[in-house]
């Protein structure tokens, strides 16, 4: 996750079923060490995710993704 491109990311969200954000992660060059930085505020302001359900649906799927802290 943390090298993934902005295409990858764009992938993952589809897959996951996030499709219509992933336009809004391209346009913005959201890559792998971007997207595991995201909060709900950078969903809502800068990405567009105005659904506090989606919002909470997507930052649960990137925390499964995210690496463990040792």
Known sequence: VGKWSVAEVSHW???NGF???APAFETNGVDGPTL????????????????????????????SIRPEQK
Do not use: Y
């Open 13 to 15: 969200l589809i897959q």
């Open 19 to 21: 499709t219509d954000v």
């Open 36 to 63: 595991l930085t995201l909060d709900s505020q950078d969903l809502r302001a800068e990405l567009g995710v105005a659904n506090l359900n989606d919002r909470r649906k997507l930052l649960d799927q990137i925390a």
